[in-house]
């Protein structure tokens, strides 16, 4: 037996897609739609509804749980519709294009059944979560064959992206899995919750925990309410510009090398706004500047930090109060922090080739570097916490300056090699200097920066 969580997702979806092409002499026009929606239902279950905590191996708090809990959201339309056109002048190849992009999810009425610590419960319908209708994201390609010999080709492209979703944004705001942590001693408790009540019984001291050994609640609605965040009716839909250059030389027969250059930036990022808490409701208190030596390191020293921490300084932190702790996790509001960005500058030299029979082999050597300066934030003076879009780390950045914040950001600086070798199904044969978007108009593309173009790269030989 386990006291895990019992997660289930079953996400279902249909897609449907359809593109019609024009072809000339120089031109090649596509047009067409794709679209996916259905339902996604995640079941939650626990046993016995909680987890017994002990501190220096003695019973201290157990954490309850509102399970039973399930959630049922649809994706009514995952749409984009777009246009695109290839248009050969003599050696240089342009594709401009256009896609507009449309998501719509619903959180559907649902029906709970009681747990070990709440009632039965019934949660109505929310529709609208998100509406994003009519993002219209543009996307420019070109390639230049400049000895006309399609051995040597300069290629360059801009394109827009927005964030794929699922149902997983409607599943953020649905009234979910709730827990919080109440009083535990392993023996009946007292009516103030703080100790035990001195009634002997057999059950005392056994290391389970019993409805009469456990403390109540803090609040009176627990688990009875619509999850306790929201997402702001003007919140954007999460966006990426991608630019990128890059040479290609065919070296032999099946053999090329390329050089390029991957510039992104992310706008539209979003951060969480705790309602009930204002930088009033905090603390402050002193603290030296954490060394940024250690023997663990090349030279002794976190060369990242040099000349952008101050060993001298003295830091400022900020405690919340404690009596607006039970209301942190309260009234949580997602709101677009419009001057929050990450910003991303890559070079990729790869090798590829191909072998007889289909055989394709890729070498890649990747240095890229990422800036995220997150400096919004209007209830933590000690700065806001977010994901960084690149690392996928936890990142803090102190508000007391924003403007020093971001100007002295020091980004995250990285080299990599990499190879890679597939087998392709199908042998195709076509022009070396053929301009290929960054992504075709026709996908949604990508708004997750990733580290290598290798991936990439193969998805194109294979396909």
Not at 67 to 94: A, S
Not at 226 to 246: G, I, Q, V, Y
Request: charged content about 20%; aromatic content about 10%; glycine content about 8%.
């Amino acid at each position: 037996m386990s006291n895990g969580a019992d997660h289930r997702v079953e996400d279902t979806r249909r897609v449907a897609t359809a593109s019609m092409s024009y072809v000339t002499g120089s031109h090649n026009i596509k047009v067409g739609f794709q679209d996916s929606f259905g339902p996604v239902h995640v079941f939650d279950d626990r046993q016995a509804d909680l987890v017994e905590n002990y501190t220096n191996g003695r019973p201290s708090t157990v954490t309850v749980y509102t399970t039973p809990g399930n959630t049922f959201d649809h994706v009514n339309f995952d749409l984009g519709y777009y246009m695109q056109d290839i248009w050969t002048i003599k050696r240089l190849t342009v594709s401009p294009g256009v896609r507009v992009d449309n998501f719509n999810s619903t959180i559907q009425a649902t029906a709970v059944p009681a747990g070990r610590f709440v009632p039965a419960r019934y949660f109505p319908e929310r529709k609208n979560v998100p509406n994003w209708i009519g993002y219209v994201n543009p996307r420019l390609s070109a390639a230049y064959d400049v000895f006309g010999t399609g051995r040597t080709a300069v290629k360059a492209a801009v394109s827009r992206y927005v964030q794929p979703l699922t149902g997983s944004f409607a599943d953020t705001y649905a009234p979910g899995l709730q827990s919080e942590s109440r009083a535990w001693f392993d023996c009946p408790i007292n009516a103030a919750g703080t100790g035990c009540s001195g009634v002997a019984l057999a059950t005392n001291g056994d290391n389970i925990a019993q409805d009469n050994e456990i403390g109540p609640s803090s609040t009176t609605n627990f688990g009875l309410t619509a999850a306790d965040r929201n997402f702001d009716p003007k919140l954007k839909w999460l966006s990426n510009w991608e630019t990128m250059a890059s040479v290609s030389q065919q070296l032999f027969s099946r053999v090329s090398v390329s050089v390029g250059y991957y510039h992104r930036t992310f706008q539209n990022i979003s951060i969480t706004d705790r309602t009930n808490i204002t930088r009033a409701d905090y603390t402050s208190f002193s603290l030296p500047m954490p060394a940024i030596t250690s023997p663990s390191l090349a030279g002794g020293v976190d060369a990242t930090l040099t000349g952008v921490l101050d060993p001298a300084e003295v830091l400022t932190i900020y405690n919340l109060n404690a009596a607006k702790k039970s209301v942190y996790g309260a009234g949580l509001l997602d709101i677009t922090a419009p001057a929050d960005r990450s910003i991303y500058n890559g070079v990729d030299v790869a090798m590829q080739g191909r072998l007889k029979g289909g055989t394709s082999v890729i070498a890649s050597w990747t240095t890229e570097k990422n800036v995220s300066p997150f400096c919004t934030s209007n209830d933590d003076p000690n700065g806001p916490t977010i994901i960084d879009l690149y690392t996928g780390a936890l990142s803090r950045t102190a508000v007391a300056s924003a403007t020093r914040a971001s100007s002295r950001c020091p980004g995250r600086t990285s080299s990599s090699w990499r190879a890679a070798t597939l087998w392709d199904l199908v042998w195709t044969r076509e022009p070396f200097c053929r301009a290929i978007p960054a992504a075709p108009v026709s996908s949604r593309g990508r708004c997750r920066q990733t580290s290598s173009r290798a991936d990439a790269r193969m998805r194109k030989l294979s396909s």
